[in-house]
């Protein structure tokens, strides 16, 4: 595993625990518990760590790299990747309109249980067949290269220390729902 893909397997971890809160979120929701500022909060960071930090690392640098290095752009893998990132655009976007302008527990619990499906079954393809394939396909020093290519974009697209900021969220969002 090098580096670059490392990092985003342990963005992938984040995801993961975010789901599980989603998870915790929706069944809170649902029994009329949950509030739509921890929601928004929540979805909050899925938009932006998720999509813009995690997502746009992938789609702007990686799934790049993967097609210089001889991946086809269109009918492959990555397009693949690229389809699934936008349906769960459309999954974080249809639990928006679920919570504004009144809270609809019912489509918002409906629209979490299907983004959670959708981002467990695409980290699981990403984390045991795309991140591998690039391992092989893409050049060790593009690799590196793909590591400060990463910080980078963390500076130029959030800002700097955002990330750790969204790590802190995550954790106190874990600390209210999964460890009470």
Request: hydrophobic share 45%; glycine share 6%; net charge negative.
């Amino acid at each position: 595993m090098s580096q670059a893909t490392d990092v985003l397997k342990h963005e992938h971890d984040a995801i993961l625990m975010a789901l599980k809160i989603l998870d915790k979120i929706s069944n809170e929701a649902r029994q009329g518990n949950a509030t739509s500022a921890d929601i928004l909060k929540f979805l909050g960071f899925l938009r932006e760590f998720a999509d813009t930090c995690h997502h746009g690392k992938e789609e702007g640098l990686l799934f790049p790299a993967m097609i210089e290095a001889g991946l086809p752009a269109d009918g492959g893998p990555v397009s693949v990747m690229l389809s699934e990132h936008e349906q769960g655009r459309a999954l974080v976007a249809a639990m928006a309109n679920a919570i504004e302008p009144t809270m609809s527990p019912t489509a918002f619990s409906e629209a979490a249980a299907a983004y959670i499906a959708h981002m467990r079954a695409h980290i699981e393809k990403e984390n045991t067949v795309l991140f591998p394939m690039a391992d092989q396909v893409v050049a060790a020093e593009v690799l590196d290269g793909l590591v400060g290519a990463f910080d980078r974009h963390e500076e130029e697209v959030m800002g700097s220390g955002r990330h750790d900021e969204l790590h802190d969220m995550l954790k106190e969002l874990k600390v209210k729902y999964l460890d009470a």
